[in-house]
C-alpha cells in the first residue's frame, strides 16, 4: 500500500486518494511497526503536500517531516532533497504572511526552516545563513529591532 501511494503521488495522482491510501498505510502499520516503513510513510505525506504545492500546505508538510525526523534521528538526512524542497515552499509561505502583516505566523514558518536547515545542513552552514536573514527581516518589519539584531 505504502509503494503503490509513493509511486501514485510521484506520478502526480490526485491529492485526496493518494491522501487516503497514506492514511490507511500508517493504521496498517501501528505504533508497533517498522520504523523505518513509518517515517517512509510520514515523508510520502511530506512529499503529498509539497507535491500540492498550496499556500499553507507547507505547514502540513513540515509536520510529517518532524514526525520521520523523530523517528529516524541521523538517518534523516538521506531526504535532503525533500529537505531543500520543504525549505522553499516553507520560506515562499512565510513571506507570504509577511506581506500580509501576519508576522507571528511568518515567524513559525522560518523557525521550522531554521530547524529543518540546521539538521540537514548543519548549524554553520549557508542555509542557515539564509533562514537567520529571513528571520531578522521579519523581525524588522514587525518593529521588533532586538528580534531583527540576534537574527542578524
Excluded: M
Excluded at 13 to 21: E, H
Excluded at 46 to 62: D, I, P, Q, S, V
Excluded at 90 to 106: I, P
Aim: proline share 1%; charged share 30%; glycine share 8%.
Amino acid at each position: 500500500l505504502l509503494r503503490e501511494a509513493e509511486k501514485e503521488c510521484a506520478q502526480g495522482t490526485a491529492f485526496i486518494p493518494v491522501l487516503r491510501k497514506l492514511h490507511r498505510a500508517l493504521e496498517c502499520f501501528g505504533t508497533t511497526s517498522n520504523i523505518s516503513l513509518r517515517a517512509r510513510t510520514y515523508i510520502a505525506f511530506a512529499e503529498l503536500f509539497l507535491r500540492e504545492g498550496k499556500e499553507g500546505y507547507a505547514k502540513a508538510a513540515f509536520d510529517h517531516w518532524e514526525k520521520a525526523a523523530h523517528l529516524l534521528g541521523k538517518d534523516l538526512r538521506r531526504y535532503d532533497d525533500l529537505a531543500r524542497k520543504l525549505l522553499h515552499y516553507l520560506q515562499r509561505d512565510s513571506n507570504a504572511l509577511k506581506e500580509k502583516g501576519e508576522f507571528d505566523r511568518a515567524l513559525e514558518l522560518l523557525h521550522h526552516s531554521l530547524k529543518i536547515s540546521e539538521v540537514h545542513f548543519g548549524e554553520h552552514s549557508l542555509q542557515v545563513a539564509h533562514v537567520l536573514g529571513c528571520l531578522g527581516c521579519v523581525y524588522q518589519k514587525s518593529g521588533d529591532d532586538d528580534g531583527a539584531l540576534k537574527s542578524f
